[in-house]
């Protein structure tokens, strides 16, 4: 008889374990495409511990990295029917939904990330964040990673060298134009896809932050690696505007204080990690990093930057102007 009372007594603690949470408590599902290591990921869990620890008992989040839920095409439509409630794709990944975003993927935009922040903090920066909402999907934040490089199984220090190879790059009609003006055919590709699409050979280039290239161990299927210092990868953390008004105004406010928290914390990430993955991957002694010099980036500059003009009537030259402003 005390063998079964102490099975049942075992299936009842399974059971409590295994209850659904208050109907009351607040879900967000949290979806993102990298690892769990890179500044993205650290920041998503970061924002879970805050939350769990600040809202105990009324507010619950979960975190799927590595597109375990959603890829970044999927998930803008997965927030607006309510199957994930946040979300941070790149900057690139809103095209869709406004043209004006397009403006962080313009190459060599910012002098550096401390122009960029201030751009993004300025009025025209934060207006962009609201940009969405006729859409359906309000922005957050902006979580850095860090600037983009270009790799390749041979040197690219010129534009020309560079000529004639598959990119593959994050959907972006920019991107595309960009790098068609140098005759790079683009093969636009989810990040989970990347590493065997360049060990298969289906594509010869790629451009991506050095967290990202470190994680996905995009360094040992690629020797060579330039820091042109044209772009910077960076995010966008969105929820749904029907999920967002419909937060009680207390918590509301609580999650903006811990976004603003952990968004200051993904920064200093973001320039570590850049900092240190880089160490690590041009010391692994598989390849060769190259640093461009200023008249090495300025014929870049000058391949480049001619695509400003082909966008300027979507995202609009005023906005284009208050970016250039926050240089100075």
Known sequence: ??????????????????????????????????????????????????????????????????SIKFNDNQVLLALLLGDAEMAAPSLAKFRTYTKKLQIFDLPFLFKDMEALHRFQASPPGRALLDSMEERGIKGLAYWDNGPRVISANQPLRRPEDARGLTFRIEPSSVFHAQWSRIGVNTFPMAFKQVYDAVREGLVKGQENAWSNIYSRKLHTVHRYFTEVGHTYLGYMVVTSSNFWNSLPPDIRTELENILAEVTAEVRRLAQEKAIANRREIAESGQVTVMTLNEAERD????????????FEAEIGKDLIDAAVASNQ
């Open 299 to 310: 014929v870049w500059r000058q391949a480049l930057m001619p695509v400003w003009k082909e």
């Open 1 to 66: 008889m005390s063998l079964l009372r102490s099975a049942v007594a075992a299936i009842g603690l399974l059971l409590v374990a295994v209850q659904p949470v208050a109907a009351d408590e607040i879900l967000i599902r949290f979806a993102h495409v990298v690892g769990e290591r890179t500044p993205k990921g650290e920041g998503a869990t970061l924002f879970k511990t805050l939350v769990e620890q600040r809202l105990a008992g009324r507010v619950r989040v979960e975190v799927y990295p590595r």
